[in-house]
């Protein structure tokens, strides 16, 4: 979830306003404005008379009973519809607690509130926005074009489907050239563009019927693949079918791609798992140490960027190794896959999985490990093998 709202604070202490700066660095407030301002309630009274009040307020007070309730009338004589209110006050009481959540007043905070405790109550406030908790977005993305991030994607989304018995939903943004629908052999009635062209309707029922079968447990929302559409992704637009889209399955795989723009940068910024595939060389370094960059301070420590090296070996000579990518980017990749034309020429022609059509080659072990990398069901042991710089991976379970 990423959250696009304007946040006003009027605060009087000083851990009430660390606590409000802190949202500033964090990726759900990528794209929210914070504003900060000293005076507390009655500031807030003088400043919100003569401006439209932003969507989120949080104002401390120090006023009690009665006077309380009279300055929240009047803050509500201000406020727009819709403006949702985090108040900090000085009375401990449960009943007054209970009157101003009634009021619809979002929270009520007695005396201070730490940084986590106001995440948790703005996450509160717009819970009816946010996804379901219980699917994980796995987005793909190359560090240039034609390194096997789809073709990786969608092989992951299939193999999770198999190891783990659950619902997949494989989306393809690519709206000109993706390739989803070829990799699983089928043709698609609608795609996502349908989606795109009736946004203002989209539910769970409409999506399902946009959606192709790929295989047992793995749903398709395939791209129109076409140029001519008229129709581009946005960053709400693709808000507003992923929010959806996480609803109807435990894992949604974003086959993203290389490419540079808002939606881009919010969906692999928002991703559970975001996974950076690139080919060994210098160009994919130079990529990879921009976007890491840039992802690493925005994503917070505990969403996990990954880094693949796909087509490793298939120049003999010149290729980068993973410890030439660690030193740079400060970010040891997860896992190699080797370059296997065969393998990978068979299944695009097939339009079948790696699983399938090549059962116990590097490439398909490399694809299953990856799978149960981002599943969040395992924990990886990684083994450096320097010999041709390749990496293998072993998996304890937890
Ligand atoms: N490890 C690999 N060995 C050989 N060919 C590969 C490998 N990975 C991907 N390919 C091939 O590379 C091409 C580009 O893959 P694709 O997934 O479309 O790249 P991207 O989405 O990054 O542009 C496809 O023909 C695919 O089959
Ligand atoms: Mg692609």
New binding site residues.
Partial sequence: MILRIDIGAYVLTDAVREAVQSLTSDRLFLRSTVAIAEGGMENALTKLSDRSTPQLLIIESTAQGQALFDELNALSELCQPGTRVIIVGAENDINLFKTLIDQGISQYFVATLSADELKNAIIDAYADESANAKCRTIAFT?LS????????AHNVGSQLAKLYNDDVIVVDLDMAFG?LALSFNIQPNATMMDALSQLDNIDESLLVRFMEVGEKNVSLLCSPSNLNTGLEITDRSIEKILNVVRQMASYVILDVP?SWNRWVQDVLVDADETVL?GVPDLYNLRNGKNMIDFLTPNRGVQAATRLIL??VGQTKKGELDAKEFKDVLDLQPALS?????ES??T??NNGEMISKVAKGSK?AHGIESLAKLVSGHESLTQVTKSKGGILSSLFKKK
């Fill in positions: 190359g074009g034609g390194v096997g991030s789809s073709v990786l390739t290389h595939v796909n087509k896959i080797p370059y296997d034309s990978f020429m299944a695009m490439a």
